[in-house]
């Protein structure tokens, strides 16, 4: 397991996107209704950058074809989009001005790096 990273979310208001870069992995942390989530900067459709979308709600809209994934789960919540979105676990510090994002090392995580899943 690799060691977590902690986010300064003290000025993240609801309805915002960061976009934060974790050596290889280009991670979003979503600021839905009060509650600060995080999850792979990558449309699972199309693999464009999630950080030029919108948040409405807890649902997270692709800037390129309109889906939208569920930032809370990952989860497909309108088409094209049919896969998950990648997410990772999100603990509070500090009384709520920092989070700590635990990430996977790609040994852990079984992940292959550079392989894309078709679209």
Not at 27 to 42: H, I, K, Q, S
Not at 73 to 84: C, E, F, K, N, V
Not at 99 to 111: F, K, L, R, T
């Amino acid at each position: 397991m690799s060691d977590p990273i902690v986010v300064d979310v003290s000025d993240l208001a609801p309805g915002q996107l960061r976009r934060i870069d974790a050596g290889e992995r280009r991670l979003l942390v979503c600021n839905a209704e009060g509650t600060f989530y995080a999850l792979e900067d990558r449309c699972p459709h199309a693999a464009v950058p999630l950080s030029g979308g919108v948040l409405r709600g807890c649902l997270l809209e692709c800037p390129l074809h309109g889906g939208s994934v569920d930032v809370r789960d990952g989860s497909p919540a309108a088409l094209p989009i049919r896969r998950p979105a990648t997410t990772y676990p999100v603990r509070t510090l500090d009384g709520g001005s920092e989070i700590e994002i635990a990430i996977e090392s790609e040994s852990d995580a079984g992940i292959e790096i550079g392989i894309e899943p078709g679209v």
